[in-house]
């Protein structure tokens, strides 16, 4: 069987955990020739039946395939709505046996190895291997393949925006905005433009500890004060650093409808988040309802099966919410308790203002005046993140929250989450804002471990 086509300038040949990733993988080489080995087809039959977003996306890859299949068989070039050609090679048992001892097994990487040195041997033709499986590409680099990692939404995370800035103006300028409410600053003295909704940090060079806190307003592009706090906070927290001071202003503005919120463990993401989120629905009655989710994924071995009801399996996963509602109603201590007591959060779920659910049925909803809060969305796909954030019906907010450096799904890194990816393309939206939050306020001995260990 003849691998090769004459016009081939380079042949993609994508791993299983690429389609999974992102279901519109196979469209986004444009120009080039995407080769899909049978094994990775026999893998998404097996993917297909999963019930949450790993099993949609085989479903969907499934289904963009056999529209395909319509145009042509599948075994030859079938040409690509963006330029280039889609082919499905089946794997030789020859050329799996020729592979090295330790690889001559019936696996499935090895499968899709054998695919991509039978075409580099048979092809005149750049042959590149793509996976998000790290060791995949170490052995494929062993045996002189190309490989690269899926990167079309990889962030470069070192140099993701903060969200921050500080500028040196002079006295006059910060008075200005005290008096007025508003003030511009000289594009001269800026070493690269604000952006909107970014939070800045004025300080007068005549006197560096005199500064003010303000945020670039979208529609004006002028620097406004933060907003004024309650007196007792917002419910009943209180920032303790600049950062938090910044990110409370940006998820209390009802004209930002979405907000990220980036930071190590203990920085306060998710307390500042639900915080604001009690307060616009319990006290200002800006939204209809406060919801809270986030993807179940567990940090280590799974413990399996949990027996009980649907809350009984889902109180491990939202554990951590629950402490944060603790704290803020000062109601983690049930003792000495009346007999039909209810703490605090679930009160809230008894009158509508409050539901707490995983992502996993997220998709089909349409969720009109809701203050939407995302946890740990560093271990979603940028896919998953599209899909959420195309939820939100009218007058519905949503955060997302997360640390990039703390991922427990394998398919995503710091670079190629999805939380990272929607602040790199959303920086720019009137709509949108985002903080990274640095500075670690749950303890002294989490903040020591955070930065020793």
Same mark, same amino acid.
């Given at each position: 069987?003849?691998?090769?086509?004459?016009?081939?300038?380079?042949?993609?040949?994508?791993?299983?955990?690429?389609?999974?990733?992102?279901?519109?993988?196979?469209?986004?080489?444009?120009?080039?020739?995407?080769?899909?080995?049978?094994?990775?087809?026999?893998?998404?039959?097996?993917?297909?039946?999963?019930?949450?977003?790993?099993?949609?996306?085989?479903?969907?890859?499934?289904?963009?395939?056999?529209?395909?299949?319509?145009?042509?068989?599948?075994?030859?070039?079938?040409?690509?709505?963006?330029?280039?050609?889609?082919?499905?090679?089946?794997?030789?048992?020859?050329?799996?046996?020729?592979?090295?001892?330790?690889?001559?097994?019936?696996?499935?990487?090895?499968?899709?190895?054998?695919?991509?040195?039978?075409?580099?041997?048979?092809?005149?033709?750049?042959?590149?291997?793509?996976?998000?499986?790290?060791?995949?590409?170490?052995?494929?680099?062993?045996?002189?393949?190309?490989?690269?990692?899926?990167?079309?939404?990889?962030?470069?995370?070192?140099?993701?925006?903060?969200?921050?800035?500080?500028?040196?103006v002079d006295p006059e300028t910060i008075?200005?905005?005290?008096?007025?409410?508003?003030?511009?600053?000289?594009?001269?003295?800026? $070493?690269?433009?604000?952006?909107?909704?970014?939070?800045?940090?004025?300080?007068?060079?005549?006197?560096?500890?005199?500064?003010?806190?303000?945020?670039?307003?979208?529609?004006?592009?002028?620097?406004?004060?933060?907003?004024?706090?309650?007196?007792?906070?917002?419910?009943?927290?209180?920032?303790?650093?600049?950062?938090?001071?910044?990110?409370?202003?940006?998820?209390?503005?009802?004209?930002? $409808?979405?907000?990220?919120l980036v930071g190590k463990a203990g920085?306060?993401?998710?307390?500042?988040?639900?915080?604001?989120?009690?307060?616009?629905?319990?006290?200002?009655?800006?939204?209809?309802?406060?919801?809270?989710?986030?993807?179940?994924?567990?940090?280590?071995?799974?413990?399996?099966?949990?027996?009980?009801?649907?809350?009984?399996?889902?109180?491990?996963?939202?554990?951590?919410?629950?402490?944060?509602?603790?704290?803020?109603?000062?109601?983690?201590?049930?003792?000495?308790?009346?007999?039909?007591?209810?703490?605090?959060?679930?009160?809230?779920?008894?009158?509508?203002?409050?539901?707490?659910?995983?992502?996993?049925?997220?998709?089909?909803?349409?969720?009109?005046? $809701?203050?939407?809060?995302?946890?740990?969305?560093?271990?979603?796909?940028?896919?998953?993140?599209?899909?959420?954030?195309?939820?939100?019906?009218?007058?519905?907010?949503?955060?997302?929250?997360?640390?990039?450096? $703390?991922?427990?799904?394998?398919?995503?890194?710091?670079?190629?989450?999805?939380?990272?990816?929607?602040?790199?393309?959303?920086?720019?939206?009137?709509?949108?804002?985002?903080?990274?939050?640095?500075?670690?306020?749950?303890?002294?001995?989490?903040?020591?471990?955070?930065?020793?260990?």
């Amino acid at each position: 069987m003849e691998l090769c086509v004459s016009f081939m300038r380079k042949s993609f040949v994508l791993d299983t955990n690429v389609l999974l990733h992102d279901p519109a993988a196979m469209m986004k080489f444009e120009g080039q020739d995407v080769i899909l080995p049978i094994t990775v087809i026999e893998e998404l039959d097996r993917f297909k039946k999963q019930p949450e977003m790993t099993g949609r996306n085989a479903r969907q890859v499934s289904r963009t395939l056999d529209e395909l299949r319509k145009t042509g068989h599948l075994t030859e070039p079938v040409a690509l709505p963006h330029g280039g050609t889609l082919r499905v090679v089946l794997c030789r048992r020859e050329t799996l046996k020729a592979l090295p001892a330790e690889l001559d097994r019936d696996y499935g990487d090895n499968a899709i190895l054998a695919v991509a040195l039978e075409l580099q041997r048979d092809c005149d033709c750049q042959v590149v291997m793509v996976s998000k499986d790290t060791n995949l590409r170490i052995k494929a680099d062993a045996l002189g393949l190309d490989a690269e990692d899926y990167e079309t939404d990889k962030v470069d995370f070192s140099d993701l925006y903060g969200g921050t800035a500080e500028v040196w103006v002079d006295p006059e300028t910060i008075d200005h905005l005290f008096k007025t409410g508003a003030t511009e600053i000289n594009p001269a003295q800026l $070493q690269k433009p604000l952006l909107p909704n970014e939070a800045v940090t004025l300080i007068n060079q005549s006197n560096p500890t005199h500064t003010a806190l303000g945020i670039v307003e979208a529609s004006t592009r002028k620097i406004v004060p933060l907003t004024k706090l309650p007196y007792g906070g917002v419910s009943r927290i209180q920032p303790r650093n600049r950062e938090q001071q910044f990110a409370l202003d940006l998820l209390l503005r009802d004209d930002i $409808q979405l907000v990220t919120l980036v930071g190590k463990a203990g920085t306060g993401k998710t307390l500042l988040a639900i915080a604001a989120g009690l307060q616009k629905v319990a006290d200002e009655h800006i939204y209809s309802r406060l919801l809270i989710s986030r993807p179940v994924i567990p940090m280590g071995k799974d413990l399996g099966y949990l027996p009980g009801d649907v809350n009984d399996k889902l109180t491990p996963w939202m554990q951590p919410l629950y402490d944060n509602f603790d704290l803020i109603f000062g109601t983690a201590d049930t003792s000495n308790k009346p007999l039909h007591w209810r703490r605090g959060h679930e009160e809230l779920i008894e009158h509508g203002l409050l539901q707490i659910e995983p992502l996993t049925y997220i998709r089909g909803r349409t969720l009109p005046k $809701q203050f939407f809060v995302v946890d740990e969305a560093q271990n979603l796909t940028p896919h998953e993140v599209k899909t959420i954030l195309t939820r939100a019906g009218e007058g519905t907010k949503i955060i997302l929250t997360g640390d990039p450096e $703390q991922i427990d799904n394998p398919y995503v890194d710091a670079s190629s989450n999805g939380l990272t990816y929607a602040v790199e393309r959303f920086k720019h939206e009137a709509i949108a804002a985002h903080i990274t939050l640095s500075r670690g306020e749950r303890s002294p001995l989490a903040e020591r471990a955070t930065k020793l260990l």
